[in-house]
């Protein structure tokens, strides 16, 4: 922060464009250079582009609160009863709720079992002649552990990966990609609306939600929303994480050749894909008051936008940011967030991506990736396809 502060310096991007949200990279990298703080006059948005100035805002609720994380005012209204957009107190016993079931302590009973079947799962595609990565590794896994744990089967299950896509891509602005997913995300929206406890698996983690309604730690009305919660924030950024990871493996051989060598490395090289790979291009707050960050006025009522794939890649804090090195300390990437809205569901995320990451290292000695296919998405960099190119069994 400084003392004397000006007018941000702008730029004519559509940071939701189809160009830029398939190749986002170059786009972030020129916001990055030309300045901490970026008015967007097309979306009407302040860029943060710069690691400090990031992790700085959003330890600060205060003044960037939580109440405008999405980029139209519908999907804000919508949220307004969850712990995503909103902040303490208000957020402070619905994150609780949120957390019972995904501190490490709860998830630690469930490791072996991601374990086997991350295992089993690419144990079955050995000797397939015709692989897509994407879709049968990095949508199906995580469908498969979620879908468990929330306790929901049949059409809920089949619909699952749509309804996740659905919910992230309507918190971009008004753009024709969130017209046409609001009527999906509608679908979800309105299954958790109407779910009871006695639909789910007893004994599942939704169940447990409606368990914690019962015991006061939370209002009945607000279990919707944490359900909502699990299945949106657990599926597409696991999904965009997992395709990422198969991505860079298969395109760094050599980077793979460290992690067959050295296992223990896969904590340390997840990391390193999120660092790499941003599963959120862009990530909402409502500005609260004026606010100065490197010479910039981000004015009151203002909405910014925290770039994390351009502060994951700042030289000012990353030495040679731009090459993919799983021997690199990346923990302190910002594409879980952090803060009080640190993202609850980073330690599912991390248990299913290690086990795929374990899973791969055993049985496979070598492989190659042909072109991902891009799928858009308002939030998530998403791999829609990544075909498998060639195999080497361990």
Not at 251 to 265: C, F, G, V
Request: hydrophobic share 40%; net charge negative; glycine share 6%.
């Amino acid at each position: 922060m400084t003392a004397t502060s000006t007018a941000a310096p702008t730029s004519n991007v559509d940071l939701w464009s189809d160009e830029i949200l398939s190749d986002p990279y170059p786009t972030y990298a020129a916001l990055r250079e030309q300045a901490s703080v970026v008015y967007v006059p097309a979306n009407d948005l302040y860029a943060v582009t710069r690691y400090e100035p990031i992790r700085e805002a959003l330890a600060d609720w205060e003044t960037f609160s939580s109440v405008k994380v999405a980029f139209n005012d519908d999907m804000n209204a919508a949220l307004s009863h969850t712990s995503l957009a909103s902040d303490p107190p208000k957020h402070t016993p619905m994150r609780a709720a949120l957390m019972e079931n995904l501190s490490p302590r709860s998830l630690r009973p469930l490791k072996d079992d991601i374990d086997a079947k991350a295992d089993a799962l690419v144990a079955s595609l050995l000797d397939r002649p015709d692989v897509d990565l994407a879709k049968e590794i990095a949508k199906a896994f995580p469908i498969s552990i979620v879908c468990d744990l929330i306790g929901v089967t049949g059409h809920v299950k089949e619909n699952m990966l749509r309804w996740g896509e659905a919910a992230f891509n309507v918190l971009g602005p008004m753009n024709q990609r969130t017209i046409e997913n609001f009527p999906i995300a509608g679908e979800l929206f309105g299954w958790v609306m109407g779910v009871k406890a006695s639909d789910l698996t007893p004994g599942s983690m939704g169940r447990g939600v409606f368990d914690a309604a019962d015991r006061g730690m939370i209002p009945h009305e607000a279990a919707a929303g944490i359900i909502h919660q699990y299945i949106a924030a657990g599926l597409d950024t696991t999904i965009a994480e997992i395709g990422n990871a198969l991505h860079l493996f298969g395109t760094h051989p050599d980077q793979y050749a460290k992690l067959r060598s050295n296992p223990e490395l896969i904590p340390n090289a997840f990391n390193e894909v999120l660092r790499y790979y941003s599963a959120v291009h862009v990530w909402g707050r409502l500005v609260t008051k004026d606010v100065d960050i490197d010479g910039v006025t981000i004015p009151a009522g203002s909405q910014a936008g925290f770039i994390f794939a351009a502060g994951n890649r700042d030289p000012r804090h990353y030495d040679n940011p731009e090459a993919f090195d799983i021997t690199r300390n990346a923990s302190d990437h910002l594409s879980f967030g952090y803060g009080v809205h640190g993202c609850a569901g980073q330690g599912l995320a991390r248990l299913e991506a290690h086990a795929v990451l374990a899973a791969l290292v055993k049985h496979v000695r070598e492989y190659s990736v042909g072109e991902p296919v891009m799928t858009p998405s308002n939030t998530t960099r998403s791999i829609g396809s990544l075909p498998l190119t060639r195999l080497v069994k361990a």
